[in-house]
């Protein structure tokens, strides 16, 4: 299997429920000898251990789930873990993450769900001709950042927060110039669809 690059984007969510949540900070694919490796790390805000996961592969999706287990009397913890997913074939690919609840430690009952998230797998060569394509100037930002490349191949743009929250979302009318001024200090991480694929890149806005 050739050098393939992996392209990242994680959406983290919050999810309490019966005093117990988690949330997902990040996910990082890989390219491997038998497929595709998945590392996943999570905080959860009580104690937790992880103890099942499952996979499917359709196309070129993979939906990955994987279930925790919680004890409200132990600490704040990050748990990291690898997911070796076996691939048919070279291609780009979606990976969707679905985290499950356990109260029990050793079947994984699934009494509620967690957050999801979602990333990119792209080629190497994807990767590049993805990332050439557009900048983001200027950063930082006062309040407005600029497009450079096409936006007439743009199919969607979204804003995520620095905890991977979504506060804002263009689909339609997009242009080079982005109006941001509504948000506050901080770092930020935009999301650029197009028909070849997906761009992430962090910005600062500082006023």
């Known amino acids: ?16 429920s019966n005093g117990q949540s988690i949330q997902i900070n990040q996910i990082t694919p890989t390219a491997v000898s038998d497929g595709i490796n998945v590392n996943l790390l999570v905080t959860t805000y009580n104690g937790a251990g992880y103890l099942s996961h499952s996979y499917t592969v359709i196309e070129n999706t993979i939906n990955l789930s994987v279930c925790y287990w919680f004890n409200t009397t132990l600490p704040i913890y990050q748990i990291n873990n690898d997911f070796l997913i076996s691939v048919p074939n070279n291609i780009n690919y979606i990976i969707n993450v679905s985290i499950f609840n356990s109260f029990s430690q050793t079947v994984c009952d699934n009494f509620s769900t967690g957050p999801t998230a979602s990333t990119n797998y792209l080629e190497i060569e994807n990767f590049k001709e993805a990332n050439n394509k557009y900048l983001i100037y200027p950063n930082p930002s006062k309040g407005t950042i600029e497009l450079i490349g096409d936006e007439s191949l743009i199919k969607h743009i979204k804003i995520y927060d620095n905890l991977g929250r979504l506060i804002k979302q263009l689909n339609e009318r997009i242009t080079k110039n982005i109006d941001l001024y509504e948000l506050n200090d901080g770092i930020y991480i935009i999301n650029i669809e197009t028909e070849s694929g997906n761009l992430n890149q962090r910005f600062i806005i500082k006023k």
């Not at 299997?1 to 309490?16: S, V, Y």
């Open 1 to 16: 299997m050739k050098t393939k690059l992996l392209f990242l984007m994680f959406f983290g969510q919050i999810f309490i």
